[in-house]
């Protein structure tokens, strides 16, 4: 068994997929995965399960069996969301208020390419094979720049978490 984080992609997002943390909770111990945590309302999960089986498959399908309805799972080790963290470029007074628009897939080093020519006041962002780095001196809600922005330019499916919660389901892991 080995201990993995799961990112759920949309759930909860303006009365949409509307997912109760503790369904989602039975839903992954239906699969038969144990010590199953949730952390906050947006799909966060921590939990242990058998090596080399496909999670974000496992649980995504179940989820459709379910409710009726697709929602992109990406799951990773502990240890691959550290890394996520430690890559970071920014100073660690922006690292603290930055976005981790965490990637499916990786994009095509073209529409990165593309991606990079595009400038926002305030805004920085870095693209890795595995992370958009996103930190905005603007006011929540007034960037340009958004996971959408960031999924349509990448031609990827990506979920956005802050600093905070990816530090808190690294502790929750351990």
Same mark, same amino acid.
């Given at each position: 068994?080995?201990?993995?984080?799961?990112?759920?992609?949309?759930?909860?997002?303006?009365?949409?997929?509307?997912?109760?943390?503790?369904?989602? /909770? %039975?839903?992954?111990?239906? =699969?038969?995965?144990?010590?199953?945590? &949730?952390? !906050?309302?947006?799909?966060?999960?921590?939990? @242990?399960?058998?090596?080399?089986?496909?999670?974000?498959?496992?649980?995504?399908?179940?989820?459709?069996?379910?409710?009726?309805?697709?929602?992109?799972?990406?799951?990773?080790?502990?240890?691959?969301?550290?890394?996520?963290?430690?890559?970071?470029?920014?100073?660690?007074?922006?690292?603290? /208020? %930055?976005?981790?628009?965490? =990637?499916?897939?990786?994009?095509?080093? &073209?529409? !990165?390419?593309?991606?990079?020519?595009?400038? @926002?006041?305030?805004?920085?962002?870095?693209?890795?094979?595995?992370?958009?780095?996103?930190?905005?001196?603007?006011?929540?809600?007034?960037?340009?720049?958004?996971?959408?922005?960031?999924?349509?330019?990448?031609?990827?499916?990506?979920?956005?978490?802050?600093?905070?919660?990816?530090?808190?389901?690294?502790?929750?892991?351990?």
């Amino acid at each position: 068994m080995a201990e993995y984080i799961g990112f759920l992609r949309g759930i909860n997002v303006g009365g949409h997929k509307k997912v109760l943390m503790k369904d989602l /909770k %039975s839903l992954v111990e239906s =699969l038969g995965f144990t010590g199953v945590r &949730t952390y !906050i309302q947006s799909g966060n999960l921590v939990f @242990s399960a058998e090596e080399g089986l496909d999670h974000s498959g496992l649980i995504s399908e179940k989820i459709v069996e379910k409710y009726g309805w697709e929602v992109p799972v990406l799951v990773i080790s502990p240890t691959e969301v550290q890394e996520i963290l430690d890559a970071c470029p920014f100073p660690d007074t922006q690292k603290e /208020k %930055s976005y981790f628009m965490l =990637l499916y897939q990786p994009p095509l080093t &073209t529409d !990165i390419e593309t991606t990079l020519n595009f400038e @926002s006041a305030g805004e920085i962002f870095y693209i890795t094979p595995k992370c958009v780095y996103f930190y905005s001196e603007l006011p929540s809600g007034k960037s340009r720049l958004s996971n959408n922005f960031f999924e349509r330019k990448l031609n990827v499916i990506a979920t956005t978490r802050n600093y905070n919660t990816l530090k808190k389901l690294l502790e929750m892991s351990n």
